[in-house]
């Protein structure tokens, strides 16, 4: 049986492919399991400084496999109760909460649908970078659900401003690679078979940076997002600078500096 979830390590790089081409990349059950152990195994990762999130095939993820989740339920005799629901439903939405603990930068390449829960892994990344084929939804509404789902509802007013995230989430319309990028929800759009490419720069940029200060940063900017104050973020600042000051890689990131090359951090 094809492994839902393929991981390729180099270098401090993992490349995570969402591996269900035939289903659009959709989540079924074993895809979600493969995600949440997957990101959970990051959280003391040494290894691993980089994730690169992409879909095998022509689509990023088509959001949750109705037709196994309807295959589910109507092998079942009575409908789930409210428990039941709520933990299929925290299982799916424990992903992304593990995407953004995880002290790893995530680049996710988007191509094809990114719709429902595929569009929340997208949002849940660090970095978007679209192929002009992705078409990005938030799709639970036209389901008979609500349109906030899998932290669509944070992620979305934060990256693109209140008023485009209402019109997403309340309409489900799909937003395109040009518009993704006019309001900032990409970093930009390439061909669709410069993806790959097109997160090299990203990803050396990232591993030009000591393992720490990388871990740090991302930290300290999920916790400014949400930040009291400025002198809450200053503090969050000031004490990340100090430690990683500590750190001997620091002493190495200036000599590589100085003497113009390629810094060798020993620090993980």
Sequence with gaps: MTEP??????????RVTLNRPESL??????????????????????????VVLKGAGK????????????????????????????????C??????????????????VQGAAAGGGFALALASDIRIAAKSARMNCA??????????????????RLVGVSVASELILTGRFIGADRALAVGLVSEVVEEDS?????????????????IGLR??????????DATSLEAAI???????????????FNEGIRAFIEKRKPVYKNR
């Design 216 to 225: 740090l940063s991302k930290e300290c900017l999920n916790m400014s997002v």
């Design 195 to 211: 993806l790959d490419a097109a997160a090299e720069p990203y990803v050396e940029a990232m591993m030009i940076a000591s393992p």
């Design 59 to 90: 689509n990023f993820c088509a959001g949750l496999d109705l037709k196994q989740a309807m295959a589910r339920r109507a092998g079942q005799q009575e409908p789930p109760g409210v428990t039941e629901s709520l933990d299929s439903q925290r």
């Design 140 to 157: 639970f509404i036209k389901l008979g659900l609500g349109g906030c789902d899998i932290g669509t509802s944070y992620f979305l007013p």
């Design 235 to 249: 503090a969050m600042e000031d004490r990340n600078q100090v430690l990683c000051s500590r750190s001997d890689d």
């Design 92 to 109: 799916i939405a424990d992903i992304v909460m593990l995407m953004r603990r995880c002290p790893q930068p995530i680049i996710a390449l």
């Design 5 to 14: 979830l393929r991981i390729e390590h180099h270098d401090g790089v993992d």
């Design 25 to 50: 990349n959709a989540l079924d059950a074993s895809l979600i399991d493969a995600l949440n152990g997957y990101f959970q195994g990051l959280q003391r990762n040494r290894t691993t400084r980089v």
